[in-house]
């Protein structure tokens, strides 16, 4: 299905453009982001509605990236620590999306498909997660619902 019918994917997403991300980029970084994005990978990139998730780095540097868009209002929690509003790893993650947007795996999908298993095959996933990472277990436990940007699945990283 093409992004562009994908109604599991927000309007502001599926609307991007690359001389949106150009000209907030050239705002916001004076042109870095492109050429950090040029020079980098993006690993473990998602789609969720509005939001947008993925490691951003190179054989130096990886950073843990989060974005959401909201109408035109752009937010993002990026593990490099920058006091900017928006940092360069973010814009990158952002090129990665309307450059590579099939490459992200749409989370809503997934989630259908889940839907899908049975119980008894969810459980011993879920224990395998467990056994694999027991910290998961808290995002199991956890009695407020946690958004899927609250789950840390490398919290030693």
């Keep these: 299905m093409p992004l562009e019918d994908d109604e599991t994917i927000s309007i502001e997403l599926r609307n991007l453009g690359y001389a949106q991300i150009a000209a907030f980029d050239q705002q916001a970084t004076d042109g870095e982001a492109l050429i950090f994005y040029e020079n980098s990978q993006i690993e473990n990139a998602v789609v969720y509605r509005n939001k947008l998730s993925g490691r951003v780095g190179n054989y130096l540097e990886n950073y843990d990236v989060r974005i959401e ?60 997660i467990i056994q694999q990472q027991p910290h998961m277990a808290n995002a199991f436990l956890a009695r407020k619902k946690m958004d899927w940007d609250e789950i840390d699945p490398e919290p030693f990283v």
Excluded: P
């Design 69 to 128: 868009l909201h109408g035109n209002e752009i937010t993002n929690i990026c593990t490099c620590g920058s006091d900017r509003k928006i940092c360069t790893h973010a814009i990158a993650l952002l090129y990665g999306w309307i450059n590579d947007a099939a490459d992200f795996m749409n989370l809503s999908h997934v989630l259908a498909d889940i839907r899908k298993v049975a119980k008894s095959q969810l459980m011993d996933i879920v224990a395998n």
